[in-house]
């Protein structure tokens, strides 16, 4: 069973900087690209950012670009958000999600959202 | 960015009732489009892909159709688990975005 399970949420505050990881199990991770999705409290959904399986391609919503970084690491199964200069607005459930195949952008195939972990919290407040 | 909108943003239906939502693109999507159901505290769970492919698992009451820029989802008998919020979604390009949301509760 395809399980993904984030961590790393918290209260921070602004300007300040979060890392979230990303545990996935249940799948051969190093073949799938992977995203993340954030959903701000009672609100809708918001791409944020996505990586292809070996990290060629990674791309950014501009409303985070320059200032969140997505990485991984094959080796440990593992997925990473570094979350600088953290605004009131960031504030949302952040959700780790698989893609269906190696790459992230639409002439590859990519942008698929299945499955998603459970969403861990971050909110930004003094 | 594609701007997806939504309706309608919410609905009350009772049990046994077909729902239908509609969905539309800012501009031509061909058939790439996803939906998703959202249950409280909970995250989505991909529904239908490509714009009317059944996800494996998923009851055969849910159904999707449409090209280009206009899109419907329908559930043809509402079931009591089926009480959730649904999005659409495109993937034609870069940024990926969603629609606002239809949340469907019990009349």
């Known amino acids: 069973e395809v399980q993904l399970v984030a961590s790393g949420g918290g209260l921070v505050q602004p300007g300040r900087s979060l890392r979230l990881s990303c545990a996935a199990s249940?799948?051969?991770?190093?073949?799938?690209?992977m995203h993340w999705v954030r959903q701000a409290p009672g609100k809708g959904l918001e791409w944020v950012s996505g990586?292809?399986?070996?990290?060629?391609?990674?791309a950014y919503a501009d409303s985070v670009k320059g200032r969140f970084t997505m990485s991984r690491d094959n080796a440990k199964n593992s997925l990473y958000l570094q979350m600088n200069s953290l605004r009131a607005e960031d504030t949302a459930f952040y959700y780790c999600?698989?893609?269906?195949?190696?790459?992230?952008?639409?002439?590859?195939?990519?942008?698929?959202?299945?499955?998603w972990g459970q969403g861990t919290l971050v909110t930004v407040s003094s | 960015d594609i701007q997806m909108t939504q309706s309608p943003s919410s609905l009350s239906a009772s049990v046994r009732d077909r729902v239908t939502v509609t969905c539309q693109a800012s501009?031509?999507?061909?058939?790439?489009l996803n939906w998703y159901q959202q249950k409280p505290g909970k995250a989505p769970k991909l529904l239908i892909s490509?714009?009317?492919n059944l996800e494996t698992g998923v009851p055969s009451r849910f159904s999707g159709s449409g090209s280009g820029t206009d899109f419907t989802f329908t559930i043809s008998s509402l079931q009591p688990e089926d009480f959730a919020t649904y999005y659409c979604?495109?993937?034609?390009?870069?940024?990926?975005?969603f629609g606002p949301g239809t949340k469907v509760d019990i009349k």
């Open positions: 999600a698989k893609d269906k195949g190696g790459e992230i952008t639409p002439q590859a195939g990519g942008g698929w959202f299945d499955p």
């Open positions: 249940g799948f051969s991770f190093d073949d799938y690209g």
């Open positions: 990586i292809s399986w070996n990290s060629g391609s990674i």
């Open positions: 501009q031509d999507i061909s058939n790439y």
């Open positions: 490509d714009a009317s």
């Open positions: 979604q495109q993937y034609d390009n870069l940024p990926f975005t």
